[in-house]
């Protein structure tokens, strides 16, 4: 990893993280302790249906049933994010009473920890 500057960690370099997650002879770090370590890690995750842009003018006027339109047509898939970062794409379904997202497309790993860089 990289030094401390400050008192603060660079981010860690994208080559770096991938090859400690996939290194099979590091013995300490992935294949004696594995990931468990991590599980218990908190991760904020969003989904998004779409954007809009809006005048303050409008913002102050909304109300109960006002509408804004979205930027995605309704057949479009949902994404989903976890701390910010695209990592899947899904539709929406109901759970019970609750709303959900079924995947239909996640970012594949490497994708993902290039990105973290």
């Known amino acids: 990893m990289q030094a401390a500057q400050n008192g603060y960690f660079n981010r860690p370099d994208p080559d ?8 099979t002879n590091n013995q300490t770090s992935v294949g004696q302790r594995g990931l468990e370590f991590l599980y218990d890690i908190p991760l904020q995750v969003s989904v998004e249906i779409g954007r809009s842009r809006i005048l303050l003018k409008d913002l102050l006027q909304m109300g109960e049933g006002y509408v804004i339109e979205l930027d995605k047509l309704a057949n479009e898939p949902l994404d989903l994010y976890v701390n910010s970062r695209l990592i899947a794409r899904g539709e929406a379904v109901m759970v019970g009473d609750k709303f959900g997202i079924r995947l239909t497309d996640v970012v594949n790993a490497s994708d993902r920890i290039a990105k973290l860089g």
Not at 16 to 23: A, I, K, S, V
């Open 16 to 23: 770096e993280l991938r090859e400690l997650l996939t290194d």
